[in-house]
C-alpha cells in the first residue's frame, strides 16, 4: 500500500499541470481498456469463443440493468454506465497490485467522477427533454421547491464522491491494520473482502449514476404523462 503522500505530492508536471500517482494510475487504467477494447473488437466471431461470451455477457448484464431503469433511452446512456462500471472494477481492485493505489482510494478522482455524473445527468436531461422543457422541472409542483432541488443536485454530488472515498480509503486502511496486526496469517480473508468490497463499491456508484441520469430523462416524461393525462 501507498501512503498517502505519495498520492498527494506530485512525481512529476507537464507545464503548469502536477501528475500525481492517482493520475497515473488512472492513465493507466484508460490505456488498458482502450487496449483491450481495441484487441477484442478485431477478433469478433459470429461464433463466440469464451472470451467474447464472457465479455458478451457482461454486455447484456449491464444493458439489461440500464433497460431497466431507462427503457426508452438505453442506448444513449448505456455507453456512459458501462464505462463508469468497467472503469470502477479495475480502479477499484487496482489497489490490490503490490506499489500500486486505488484512484478511488482519493478523493480528487472520486469528485471528478461525481462531477461527471452530475454534468452527464442534465446533459442527457437537455439533450433528449429540450433546455426549456428540461429546467421546468424544478419549478414542479412549485415554484417554491426550487432552492431545495438545488440543494439536493449539490448535496447528492458529494455524497457520490465521499461514499466511494470513503469506503475504498477505510477497506485498504483496514487491509492494513489488519496485517500489522496478524501478519500474514489471514491473507486470503483480507484478499476476498477487499475484492467482495471493490465490486460492490462499484455497483453502487455505477447504479446510483444510472439513478440519476434516468430520473433526470423520467422526471420530464412524468410531467408530460400527467399533463396528458389532465388534458383528456
Known amino acids: 500500500m501507498e501512503s498517502p503522500d505519495i498520492m498527494i505530492h506530485p512525481l512529476f508536471h507537464l ?15 484508460m490505456a488498458i481498456l482502450w487496449l483491450c477494447a481495441w484487441l477484442v473488437s478485431r477478433r ?39 464505462s463508469l462500471w468497467i472503469f470502477l472494477v479495475i480502479a477499484n481492485l487496482c489497489g490490490l497490485i503490490p506499489g500500486v493505489h486505488s484512484p478511488t482510494r482519493d478523493l480528487s478522482a472520486t469528485a471528478a467522477l461525481a462531477i ?3 454534468l452527464s445527468t442534465h446533459w442527457y ?8 422543457s428540461y429546467l421546468k422541472h424544478y419549478l414542479s409542483p412549485s415554484p417554491i421547491l426550487l432552492p431545495f432541488h438545488l440543494i439536493s ?12 472515498f470513503g469506503n475504498i480509503m477505510s477497506l485498504e486502511m483496514a487491509a492494513v491494520l489488519i496485517l500489522l496486526v496478524a501478519g500474514f496469517l489471514a491473507p486470503v480473508p483480507i484478499l476476498m473482502l477487499h475484492i467482495i468490497e471493490a465490486l460492490v463499491q462499484a455497483y453502487i456508484f455505477g447504479m446510483l449514476a444510472l439513478i440519476y441520469v434516468a430520473g433526470g430523462i423520467q422526471s420530464q416524461q412524468s410531467r408530460q404523462a400527467r399533463q396528458g393525462d389532465d388534458n383528456a
Open 44 to 82: 469478433l466471431s459470429i461464433t463466440p469463443g469464451p472470451l467474447q461470451s464472457a465479455i458478451e455477457g457482461m454486455v447484456v448484464a449491464i444493458e439489461s440493468a440500464v433497460s431497466a431503469a431507462a427503457p426508452q433511452h438505453a442506448r444513449q446512456i448505456m455507453p456512459l454506465i458501462a
Open 153 to 164: 443536485e449539490v448535496t447528492r454530488t458529494v455524497a457520490l464522491a465521499v461514499r466511494l
Open 125 to 132: 436531461g437537455i439533450r433528449i427533454q429540450g433546455l426549456k
Open 15 to 29: 507545464g503548469p499541470l502536477a501528475i500525481t500517482s492517482t493520475v497515473v494510475t488512472t492513465w493507466g487504467i
Open 116 to 118: 461527471l455524473v452530475f
